[in-house]
């Protein structure tokens, strides 16, 4: 496993190197301009970004078929994508809160504007995951759109009908925070179980 | 070394159906077929990418699916794709390639690099296919397998290349206990290398012979449809009508007397075998 990993962290570094370098470059402009969120998008879709490519790559070069014929077996080809993400996502979310607090120096703030974009990244990934290893990087680019769009719409839609008050839900934060971490678990959880079950049914 | 028993794997409008065949140690059995008769699926189905539909492999005297990460190491493969990305080069291989196998020979790696001009901080999509090919070869024999499986490793190769790989081939055989399982459609490599050869058409094996025995068992005559109504189906390989009459490659104890037949080779049974017994 640690194997896939290294080869995803090699593959990604032309990608991971520009990657920095939008990233900097909104993080400076978040300086400039006072916004403390203004890179925390990109902070939040380039994990997910980089976790495509690497799908893409091994799509192209039919690595799983090499992979599967060495020392690893397909829990770790599964295992590996999971890892990778989560680290990427890790990297965002801690860059994220540095970029937050250079502007508006609060802490708490910083993390939990920082960890909520996380907790979007872990629910494209638990989403983006299961759904590449099913059709492939290139079939599920549309997908990937419609889970972008859907739930922010979806959000939009029931926050302007007036059907849920948001502003009196965010007031119970520490409950909030806890149902949102158990949920997120749970949804990282299945997600994993389910990309292990898609790929051990697949020829490769 | 190798044991496959009634393999099957089935698709939509095509069946692997029920392959068995036998790879003792110190032995390299080649497998051909034409495109598309199921050598590529049957090696998938060996090493586990495809999930076969029925039928046992056993490496190492074991099923296959019960072998341990440790055990695996023990098998090198070359498929017919370069499975590294085009933004590696050789030196994130040899990285990545440390991490994956216990038994990994960096200097062994480093050396056949240098040997083969395969420049280390070159990225792969620059190489040529014959310089990516021996890379994947490299990657196969560094972490010192003892069961090394090819799928079309020497195509894209210059026949000085093929030669020089033909050789380690043999080399790592000498060791008692090695084995090879060779795929190719460059029939003249397996002819100088292999013990056994198995031919493979439309998913079904049409024989598994020795090569001497493929020497002299077999032969061609041509004949008229007289003639070929008294041979026995059961004796023959494959029958090919042309303008001038029929040719039949059979089993040279069979041949009608007094008939003049002619030696088949490797080749010319393969062409004969894929055609059928049917006119």
Same mark, same amino acid.
């Given at each position: 496993?640690?194997?896939?990993?290294?080869?995803?962290?090699?593959?990604?570094?032309?990608?991971?190197?520009?990657?920095?370098?939008?990233?900097?470059?909104?993080?400076?402009?978040?300086?400039?301009?006072?916004?403390?969120?203004?890179?925390?998008?990109?902070?939040?879709?380039?994990?997910?970004?980089?976790?495509?490519?690497?799908?893409?790559?091994?799509?192209?070069?039919?690595?799983?078929?090499?992979?599967?014929?060495?020392?690893?077996?397909?829990?770790?080809?599964?295992?590996?994508?999971? *890892?990778?993400?989560?680290?990427? %996502?890790?990297?965002? /979310?801690?860059?994220? @809160?540095? #970029? !937050?607090?250079? $502007?508006? +120096?609060?802490?708490?703030?910083?993390?939990?504007?920082?960890?909520?974009?996380?907790?979007?990244?872990?629910?494209?990934?638990?989403?983006?995951?299961?759904?590449?290893?099913?059709?492939?990087?290139?079939?599920?680019?549309?997908?990937?759109?419609?889970?972008?769009?859907?739930?922010?719409?979806?959000?939009?839609?029931?926050?302007?009908?007036?059907?849920?008050?948001?502003?009196?839900?965010?007031?119970?934060?520490?409950?909030?925070?806890? *149902?949102?971490?158990?949920?997120? %678990?749970?949804?990282? /959880?299945?997600?994993? @179980?389910? #990309? !292990?079950?898609? $790929?051990? +049914?697949?020829?490769? | 070394?190798?044991?496959?028993?009634?393999?099957?794997?089935?698709?939509?409008?095509?069946?692997?159906?029920?392959?068995?065949?036998?790879?003792?140690?110190?032995?390299?059995?080649?497998?051909?077929?034409?495109?598309?008769?199921?050598?590529?699926?049957?090696?998938?189905?060996?090493?586990?990418?495809?999930?076969?539909?029925?039928?046992?492999?056993?490496?190492?005297?074991?099923?296959?699916?019960?072998?341990?990460?440790?055990?695996?190491?023990?098998?090198?493969?070359?498929?017919?794709?370069?499975?590294?990305?085009?933004?590696?080069?050789?030196?994130?291989?040899?990285?990545?390639?440390?991490?994956?196998?216990?038994?990994?020979?960096?200097?062994?790696?480093?050396?056949?690099?240098?040997?083969?001009?395969?420049?280390?901080?070159?990225?792969?999509?620059?190489?040529?296919?014959?310089?990516?090919?021996?890379?994947?070869?490299?990657?196969?024999?560094?972490?010192?397998?003892?069961?090394?499986?090819?799928?079309?490793?020497?195509?894209?190769?210059?026949?000085?290349?093929?030669?020089?790989?033909?050789?380690?081939?043999?080399?790592?055989?000498?060791?008692?206990?090695?084995?090879?399982?060779?795929?190719?459609?460059?029939?003249?490599?397996?002819?100088?290398?292999?013990?056994?050869?198995?031919?493979?058409?439309?998913?079904?094996?049409?024989?598994?012979?020795?090569?001497?025995?493929?020497?002299?068992?077999?032969?061609?005559?041509?004949?008229?449809?007289?003639?070929?109504?008294?041979?026995?189906?059961?004796?023959?390989?494959?029958?090919?009508?042309?303008?001038?009459?029929?040719?039949?490659?059979?089993?040279?104890?069979?041949?009608?007397?007094?008939?003049?037949?002619?030696?088949?080779?490797?080749?010319?049974?393969?062409?004969?075998?894929?055609?059928?017994?049917?006119?």
């Amino acid at each position: 496993m640690k194997a896939a990993i290294i080869k995803d962290f090699l593959s990604c570094r032309l990608y991971l190197r520009t990657y920095a370098i939008f990233a900097l470059v909104f993080m400076g402009l978040g300086f400039i301009s006072a916004n403390p969120f203004y890179a925390s998008g990109i902070f939040m879709i380039l994990p997910v970004m980089c976790l495509v490519s690497t799908f893409a790559l091994d799509e192209t070069s039919k690595w799983e078929r090499l992979a599967l014929c060495s020392s690893l077996n397909r829990k770790d080809l599964v295992s590996s994508k999971y *890892i990778f993400g989560s680290i990427l %996502i890790f990297i965002g /979310i801690l860059l994220n @809160f540095i #970029s !937050i607090l250079l $502007v508006n +120096k609060d802490f708490i703030d910083a993390l939990i504007t920082s960890s909520t974009f996380g907790f979007i990244s872990i629910f494209y990934l638990c989403f983006m995951a299961p759904l590449m290893f099913k059709f492939g990087a290139e079939k599920s680019r549309i997908y990937m759109m419609l889970i972008l769009v859907i739930p922010a719409g979806l959000i939009l839609g029931i926050s302007s009908l007036g059907f849920i008050d948001f502003n009196a839900i965010v007031t119970h934060v520490g409950l909030l925070t806890a *149902i949102v971490v158990v949920l997120f %678990i749970v949804l990282l /959880i299945g997600s994993y @179980f389910l #990309s !292990i079950k898609i $790929v051990s +049914k697949k020829d490769y | 070394m190798l044991v496959c028993e009634n393999v099957r794997k089935e698709f939509t409008g095509f069946t692997l159906d029920n392959i068995s065949i036998n790879i003792p140690e110190g032995s390299i059995m080649g497998l051909i077929g034409e495109n598309g008769a199921g050598k590529s699926t049957l090696i998938s189905c060996i090493l586990g990418s495809m999930i076969k539909t029925s039928g046992t492999v056993k490496i190492f005297n074991k099923n296959s699916e019960t072998l341990t990460r440790l055990e695996k190491e023990d098998i090198g493969v070359v498929l017919s794709d370069f499975a590294f990305n085009g933004l590696l080069n050789c030196k994130d291989i040899n990285t990545i390639m440390k991490a994956m196998y216990t038994k990994w020979d960096e200097t062994y790696y480093m050396n056949f690099c240098n040997e083969h001009n395969l420049t280390m901080n070159k990225k792969i999509k620059d190489f040529s296919k014959g310089m990516q090919m021996k890379l994947s070869i490299i990657v196969a024999l560094a972490h010192h397998p003892k069961l090394l499986i090819l799928d079309e490793a020497t195509s894209g190769l210059d026949p000085v290349a093929r030669d020089e790989l033909l050789d380690i081939f043999f080399d790592f055989v000498k060791e008692g206990d090695h084995s090879i399982l060779i795929s190719s459609h460059i029939l003249s490599d397996l002819e100088k290398i292999c013990d056994t050869i198995t031919f493979i058409s439309k998913g079904k094996v049409k024989f598994s012979e020795t090569k001497d025995d493929l020497e002299y068992k077999y032969c061609i005559i041509k004949c008229d449809e007289t003639v070929f109504s008294t041979i026995d189906k059961k004796d023959m390989i494959g029958v090919r009508k042309n303008p001038y009459g029929i040719e039949v490659c059979m089993l040279r104890k069979a041949c009608p007397e007094g008939m003049k037949s002619d030696n088949a080779s490797m080749e010319d049974i393969m062409v004969f075998a894929s055609k059928g017994v049917n006119l």
